[in-house]
Antibody
Framework: EVQLVESGGGLVKPGGSLRLSCAAS????????MTWVRQAPGKGLEWVSS????????YYAASMKGRFTISRDNAKNSLFLQMNSLRAEDTAVYYC??????????????????WGKGTAVTVSS | QSVLTQPPSASGTPGQRVTISCSGS????????VIWYQQLPGTAPKLLIY???QRPSGVPDRFSGSKSGTSASLAISGLQAEDEADYYC????????????FGTGTKVTVL
């Protein structure tokens, strides 16, 4: 069964750090791009960061760039998100997801076909 | 980072057809494929439609997607109680500060 399981969430003070992990199973992790998406309480989905299969390309949303670092360990089928200088507005459920992307007739498709159940991060004093 | 615009809510009675719109720009929907995700209450999002109008295996054919210019639509025909959920459109964004943008989300209520 294809599965993604996030961990590492919790309560952290403003300015603090947290490292999220995502354990993948049931598919060849090293051949897929991966992404983190978050959802603040009662709010919509927000893309956070993506990493290609070999870590050659990494992308961040503007509001996370410089504070968050995405990485992966293909030998351990794991995805990570290091979050520093956390703010109250970073409070959210963080989902990891598998990505499929490519180009068809000049149009780029990019979507998440497998999602984890999420891990909750609360930034509060 | 720009977002795609959706109506906050939509509703219908069982069996009705409901349509959700998604408005973007030339750098996102206008240039790239539209995706739709369904999020049932208290659960993680689920892929519903990819590449504008393609359904993953297991998604009922009463869900359909379309795209025209810088807008897209999701239609649910034969609405069922289990379709009550939040629906999000998404697309890759080619603009300088964008990468992947989600819609604002639409809550579908089955009356």
């Amino acid at each position: 069964e294809v599965q993604l399981v996030e961990s590492g969430g919790g309560l952290v003070k403003p300015g603090g750090s947290l490292r999220l992990s995502c354990a993948a199973s049931g598919f060849t992790f090293s051949t897929y791009s991966m992404t983190w998406v978050r959802q603040a309480p009662g709010k919509g989905l927000e893309w956070v960061s993506s990493i290609t299969s070999t870590s050659a390309y990494i992308y961040y949303a503007a509001s996370m760039k410089g504070r968050f670092t995405i990485s992966r360990d293909n030998a351990k089928n794991s995805l990570f998100l290091q979050m520093n200088s956390l703010r109250a507005e970073d409070t959210a459920v963080y989902y990891c997801a598998r990505v499929l992307g490519g180009t068809v007739l000049g149009s780029y498709y990019y979507y998440m076909d497998v999602w984890g159940k999420g891990t909750a991060v609360t930034v509060s004093s | 980072q720009s977002v795609l615009t959706q109506p906050p809510s939509a509703s219908g009675t069982p069996g009705q057809r409901v349509t959700i719109s998604c408005s973007g720009s030339s750098s996102d929907i206008g240039s790239n494929a539209v995706i739709w995700y369904q999020q049932l209450p208290g659960t993680a999002p689920k892929l519903l439609i990819y590449s504008n109008n393609q359904r993953p295996s297991g998604v009922p054919d009463r869900f359909s997607g379309s795209k025209s210019g810088t807008s897209a639509s999701l239609a649910i025909s034969g609405l069922q109680a289990e379709d009550e959920a939040d629906y999000y459109c998404a697309a890759w964004d080619d603009s300088l500060n964008g990468f992947y943008v989600f819609g604002t989300g639409t809550k579908v209520t089955v009356l």
